[in-house]
């Protein structure tokens, strides 16, 4: 799930006091300036990189020498033993982090500045590697935070910046790397589009158009009446009125008929005198309105139409998986209600069927559950104030008041809204609830709710739903850095936690009358040291004599966690650590897919394929073994993982880069085919795949499907999420929908390439050509990424393309940032000095610019 280094150290110095006491109430924080940069990675070379903070006091005061902290976060640990002569850094807990003053600290007087360096283990490549949330606490005021918003991060640009470790030979994604990766995209014409997306089955266009207008009546068999109610509400957004329903045959009109078919099968025939779905149950008929949809020009949702010429098509089709995913993490940062919906109409176009609700973390609890309000009120938010004990600490930048994206919680109703909603979609919601790793939101509120009942003379009610043993020495450093994120899990109450929680989330699919066959429970990152000093633990070794060492306690929890969930009739489903077994061969420990889970319908999202880690063929190795697999690999599928290795492309990395065509790319069933390169970009050796597993006929049967996963450390703004999402989504839905593409399975590599590339380009060109440009109005329109134009400075003349066809590259001669207004490229530039280029969609939104000199 979520392997990203927490090793880095950061010694800061920060700057600040004399008489803090007395200029507390009256300092502007803003008169605080603070820079950070990277010096480079690779220090001295040792897998560290040396980074500087600059404070400078612009105020007419100054900064006192004492009397003051500032907090900051880092997705990444602190090495504390650091030696620095003014500061000390001290690591509260996750990626939280304070630096204070010593005794040999002299202040900062007005208009001084003071550069401090910085040591830390691993590298920094991107923005999203910089410390963020900073702000200032003074001592005679600890529950009060000041954020520090005159902050600036320095771009890298030098290849010591750029370069991780020396082993590091990726290129960068500069403008003349992008311009011939750009290269092999052919301009295809968009009338030699096919004009349904995803991929169908079998699609075959016909002379003509059907004139759709206002007075289209909709003719539907009776099994359909909830799919022609959707229909007519769709279609008023477009042509501006709801087409009457009708159960007679009539001349310009939308029939939906029952037909014998597959299960998600649909059949749709468009012709010059009306349109016919057929279907044999709810599901393929939602379907194949999804097509007919498609079908229709991108401007017809930009505003109603008097008519709109649908192409005449025949269209016969089936997905390839039937199960078709999307995770989405709002427990790291919040997405409002309003987004979700969004997102599952986005969903629902691209035919994907699942939305996996990733709803708790150490970070975040995101759903009220009745008789628990501990978990909203204390884990749904985020700030300095008394935190752990009136909210949780800020995390990835959401600062010192929570008003950010950190805090946030769906109540009861707005959960069943969403179920309603995403019901009416054919989307099925499964909750994730995190334990008994990533658990730290949990742990904390029923501590505080413990503390409440105690105090209240309730002590045996207080000790219900405790998930923390009041005594545990046990001591642990999760990979995010917490000490105390992990559900003690030899513990009853923990169960009994689980249990009401598991209660409360069935009444509430219930009253949604919504389908629930399992809940999502976690399993992923435990630390080495949990529960080893627990007396809960020791007393339990004490009655079990199956539990020896802590290791086996994890076989206990899950083995009662599949119980509780099958008295409701749900089966298990987890991260992929719920299918392992740690055990040893010749004395060294090793992990092996667990027998005494497999083969009983426990589904698992398996994730780690990180390219030279060693455990790329995980998925098949699960598969084989007995398990139900969701394809949820970190190097295709990770939406949060950066775009490319560039400064300006936020988001993690740790398991490579990601853009659409890792997504298109992607072979389901034969994954290691076309892994090529490891994540620094050095080429595999041609006996990788020798010790490596490949799926079995048996494991190909328990290939269930495949997940596109967005988590959400960076993920601050519904923007910004619409940014990662998009236009990655629709390489997800091309490869979970479409059948099993020609190069996938071609022999020979060179036939296969050519194969890849000619697919490629059909791909995005529909993705640039028709997708995007609906998305800049459906549903109210997406923030997708807009990529960077590739340029290159060649003969006398500046040359430019860019990944999406049919997008406008426009430029300016004159220094000036370029606009709508700008001279739109057309061929090669012949005007000398500097260029500035951006790449604008249909509606003005532009990508961020490269500039080249042209001499």
């Known amino acids: 799930m979520r ?82 002569k003014d500061f000390k850094v001290e690591h509260i807990n996750g990626d939280l982090n304070r630096i204070k003053p010593t005794a040999n600290f002299k202040g900062i ?121 959707y229909l007519s509400a769709e279609l008023q957004k477009v042509v501006g009125k709801k087409p009457i329903i009708s159960p007679a045959a009539k001349t310009n009109s939308i029939q939906l008929r029952l037909g014998n078919m597959a299960n998600e099968a649909y059949q749709l025939n468009v012709g010059t005198e009306g349109i016919v779905i057929t279907a044999a149950t709810s599901i393929g008929m939602f379907y194949g309105i999804q097509s007919l949809k498609s079908l229709l020009p991108a401007q017809s949702w930009a505003f109603v139409q008097k008519s709109i010429a649908v192409p005449a098509v025949e269209v016969k089709d089936a997905p390839r998986f039937a199960w078709r995913a999307f995770m989405l993490d709002v427990a790291r940062n919040f997405q409002p209600k309003s987004e979700i919906l969004k997102t599952l109409d986005l969903l629902a176009l691209y035919k994907i069927n699942v939305f996996h ?24 938010k985020r700030g300095h104030r008394d935190f752990d004990k009136a909210q949780l600490p800020p995390s990835f930048g959401s600062g010192p008041d929570n008003n950010s994206s950190g805090s946030g919680y769906y109540t009861k109703a707005d959960f069943i809204e969403i ?21 730290r939101a949990a742990i904390i509120s029923m501590q505080v709710r413990y503390d409440r009942l105690l105090k209240a003379g309730k002590k045996e009610e207080a000790e219900n739903y405790l998930l923390r043993a009041i005594n545990d020495k046990s001591e642990h450093h999760s990979v995010q850095g ?14 009994k936690f689980l249990a009401k929680v598991v209660d409360e989330l069935v009444l509430m699919y219930k009253e949604a009358g919504a389908q629930l066959e399992t809940i999502h429970m976690g399993g992923d990152e435990v630390p080495a040291g949990s529960w080893a000093k627990s007396p809960a633990f020791a007393k339990i070794k004490q009655e079990n004599s199956a539990i020896k060492t802590t290791d086996d306690l994890w076989y206990y929890f899950y083995e009662n966690v599949n119980q509780l969930l099958k008295t409701y009739n749900l089966y298990l489903y987890g991260w992929e650590e719920v299918g392992l077994r740690k055990t040893r061969v010749d004395a060294q420990k090793i992990t092996i897919p667990n027998p005494d889970f497999a083969n009983q319908n426990i589904h698992l999202d398996v994730w780690n394929n990180v390219i030279g880690w060693g ?173 960077t134009p590739g340029v290159i400075a060649e003969n006398g003349t500046v040359k430019a393309n860019v990944q999406l066809p049919g997008f406008a590259i426009r430029y300016t001669t004159n220094g000036l940032t370029p606009t709508v207004k700008s001279p739109l490229y057309k061929g090669p530039i012949t005007e000398k000095g500097s260029i500035k280029l951006s790449v604008f969609d249909g509606i003005g939104r532009s990508s961020r610019v490269e500039e080249i000199k042209n001499n």
Request: aromatic fraction near 12%.
């Open 3 to 84: 392997k990203y280094s927490i090793s880095l150290m950061l010694c800061t110095g920060v700057l600040f006091t004399a008489n803090a006491q007395k200029i507390a109430s009256n300092l502007n924080s803003k008169e605080i300036g603070v820079q950070w940069g990277l010096v480079e990675n690779s220090y001295k070379g040792m897998p560290k990189y040396l980074s500087a903070f600059v404070f400078t006091n612009t105020s007419t005061k100054e900064i006192p020498a004492k009397g003051w902290s500032i907090y900051f976060n880092l997705p990444r640990g602190i090495d504390t033993t650091f030696e620095q």
């Open 109 to 229: 007087a007005p208009g001084q500045s003071v550069r401090f360096e910085m040591i830390a283990n691993d590298w920094s490549l991107n923005s999203a590697d910089a410390p963020s949330g900073l702000y200032l606490v003074f001592d005679n005021e600890p529950n009060k935070g000041i954020p520090l918003t005159n902050y600036k991060i320095l771009p890298s640009t030098e290849i010591r910046q750029l370069t991780r470790t020396a082993g590091d030979i990726l290129p960068v994604s500069t403008a003349d790397v992008v311009y011939n990766t750009n290269k092999a995209i052919a301009d295809i014409q968009a009338e030699k589009l096919i004009k349904i997306f995803p991929t169908p089955v079998d699609y075959q266009e016909k002379p003509g158009s059907f004139n759709l207008k206002s007075d289209v009546t909709i003719v539907t068999d009776p099994a359909f009446k909830k799919d022609a109610a």
């Open 357 to 380: 609700f990733h709803l708790t973390e150490d970070e975040g609890w995101r759903i009220e559950i009745p008789g628990l309000p501990e978990l909203t009120e204390i884990g749904g």
């Open 419 to 439: 179920l309603k909603y995403a019901t009416e979609r054919h989307i099925r919601v499964i909750p994730e609830i995190e334990g008994p790793g990533h658990a």
């Open 482 to 495: 917490w000490n105390d994120n992990v559900m003690d899990v030899s513990m009853p109450s923990t169960y």
């Open 615 to 787: 455990s790329e063929d995980l998925a098949y190795k699960l598969a084989n073994a007995g398990y139900k697999v969701v394809l949820s690999p970190v190097s295709n599928l990770y939406f949060d993982m950066s775009y490319t290795k560039s400064f300006d492309e936020q988001g993690y990395y740790w398991g490579g880069f990601v853009d659409v065509d890792k997504l298109f790319s992607f072979i389901p069933l034969d994954y290691l085919k076309n892994m090529k390169q490891d994540r620094m970009g050095n080429k595999l050796p041609a006996t990788f795949q020798n010790d490596k597993e490949k799926l079995t006929d048996v494991g190909k049967s328990n290939i269930v499907g495949i997940q596109g996963l967005l988590f959400s450390e960076t993920i601050t703004s519904t923007e910004r999420m619409e940014y990662m999402i998009l236009p990655k989504l629709l390489g997800l839905a091309e490869r979970a929908w479409a059948k099993n593409p020609e190069w996938a399975t071609e022999k020979d590599e060179v036939k296969a390439e050519s194969l890849y590339s000619q697919s490629w380009s059909q791909f995005i060109n529909v993705v640039s050509k028709r997708e995007l440009p609906r998305l800049n109005y459906y549903a109210g329109g997406f923030k997708y990424r807009i990529p």
